[in-house]
């Protein structure tokens, strides 16, 4: 028991070796916090929902919307609407 209990404890050990060395791959914000043109906008400008009539969907009296926009704007005006 003691025997697979250091094999364990040994890869372990290679294991964390392996990371610390290994590259790192991660998102990175810039050091100034500067915000994405459509957060700004977004927070001086209320989003808001229009709906375009020549885009319209009919699938047999279900009540689904397509909303097609930038991802944050569209997630703020789904909030806010």
Avoid at 37 to 45: F, M
Avoid at 50 to 77: A, F, M, P, R, W
């Amino acid at each position: 028991m003691d025997n697979k209990i250091d094999k364990l404890l040994k890869q372990i050990s290679q294991l964390e070796a392996e990371l610390k060395t290994a590259k790192n791959y991660s998102l990175v914000w810039d050091k100034e916090n500067t915000k994405e043109e459509i957060v700004a906008k977004c927070e001086k400008y209320i989003p808001t929902l229009t709906q375009d009539k020549s885009k319209k969907i009919i699938n047999k009296g279900n009540s689904n919307i397509l909303v097609e926009g930038d991802n944050y704007h569209i997630l703020t005006s789904l909030i806010l609407n």
